[in-house]
């Protein structure tokens, strides 16, 4: 018999690859087992959320939302023998069952139920590991048109940044990126790339970046010793951006939601937020952006 722990993570990674290949029979097919009373476990709550997610992508907005509750139920079912953060698949399940309910939201034009829905959220669940991905999705609806959120700036490498208010007449490029993270080594070429355009027109930098208790090869680390790895790391795959501050704060990543590395914030001149978005940007759509941003 196979344990059951070798089970569910290979139903885990099995529904994600059949909701990849938009094979969703054959997913529900693989979600039979988990749906017996004895088989409600966090696992089966991550495989539905990957259901959800599916539906969502394939535009089935009732089937996304019946699989995105069924994902919080289960999840939510786990918590009264441990904490949500005690087990890695359910913070998985919950995070995309929230998600994915709000975009459904969003998506049937109920933006104002989808906000709404998101604080109760993360007046609910800030404090866990989930509180950066509820303020990430909250952000997509809600921070374009909004004044910027102060940055932390207490802890730093590299140039020593200023304050967002005392930028006040630059456009600031906000980059979130990690020292683990390959999209944001690919990002950086372009970002060396618009700075050299557009940093004597008036457009800044700045990478917000954090701790994650790890170093190479995901080796635990204190923050003396990580911080030591996150300089090379910078000197290394950034060395375009040396110019770049680098707040290094936690509570940068929870007030923009930057639970995606990397993210990206475009603020215009007063202070407000013109774009915002979680992941990787080309190139033509960012120089677009800030063109738009520095001619205003």
Known sequence: MIPALLLYASLVNDVRTLVAHRDFAAAERALRGCRTPGGATPECAAALSWMARGELDARRLDRADAYAEEARKTALAQLGARRLDADPWLPMALGAAIEVHAQVLAARGERAEAVAFLKQQAAEFGATSLGERIRKNLNVLNLEGKPAPPLDEAVWLGPKPQPLSALRGHAVLLFFWAH?????????????????????????????????????????????????????????????????????????????????????????????????????????????????????
């Not at 999209?183 to 060396?192: G, H, N, Q, S, W």
């Not at 090379?232 to 940068?252: C, D, H, I, K, T």
């Not at 080309?282 to 800030?290: C, H, Y």
């Open 180 to 296: 683990w993270c390959p999209d944001c080594k690919a990002e950086a070429p372009i970002l060396a790339s618009l700075m050299k355009t557009y940093g004597p027109k008036g457009l800044v930098l700045i990478g917000p970046t954090k701790l994650y208790g790890f170093a190479a090869q995901g080796e635990e680390a204190p923050p003396a010793a990580e911080e030591r790895y996150t300089l090379q790391v910078r000197q290394r795959f950034y060395p375009g951006l040396a110019e770049m501050p680098v707040p290094l704060s936690a509570a940068n990543f929870l007030a923009y939601g930057a639970s995606t590395t990397p993210t990206l914030a475009l603020i215009d001149r007063k202070g407000v937020v013109r774009f915002y978005h979680p992941g990787a940007v080309p190139e033509a759509e960012l120089a677009a952006r800030i063109q738009r941003v520095l001619g205003e």
